[in-house]
């Protein structure tokens, strides 16, 4: 089992960047792999980036690909999200998931999750 914690989310103008980490706990955290998820009000969770477990294997949704940049370091037990050139219409919460096997890019492949971290651009 994982538990999971996102943090660095914020207030941001649009065109700016955030970092956003992900921080798991247990000694299996490089059995897992990754990914990011957001959740805008009233919309379903939609995918943003995974991982896999070595590190080697990415992939991005379309709607941010191009401005963000997924990456992990399995001795630190972390996963990150660059962001860049955000937009107004990248407001929502975003959740890092674990799973065991390889990526895949829908939410109901994971099997654990974080409380998220609100990311908020201003126009």
């Known amino acids: 089992q994982v538990q999971l914690v996102e943090s660095g989310g914020g207030l941001v103008q649009a065109g700016g960047s955030l970092r956003l980490s992900c921080a798991a706990s247990?000694?299996?955290?490089?059995?897992?792999?990754m990914g990011w998820f957001r959740q805008a009000p009233g919309k379903e969770r939609e995918f943003v980036a995974a991982?896999?477990?070595?590190?080697?294997?990415?992939y991005y949704g379309d709607s941010m690909k191009g401005r963000v940049i997924i990456s992990r370091d399995n001795t630190k037990n972390t996963v990150w999200l660059q962001m860049n050139s955000l937009k107004p219409e990248d407001t929502a919460v975003y959740y890092c998931?674990?799973?065991?096997?390889?990526?895949?890019?829908?939410?109901?492949?994971?099997?654990?999750w974080g409380q998220g971290t609100q990311v908020t651009v201003s126009s």
């Open positions: 991982i896999s477990v070595s590190g080697v294997v990415t």
């Open positions: 998931g674990a799973r065991a096997g390889a990526p895949v890019v829908h939410y109901g492949g994971y099997d654990y």
């Open positions: 247990g000694r299996t955290f490089g059995s897992y792999s």
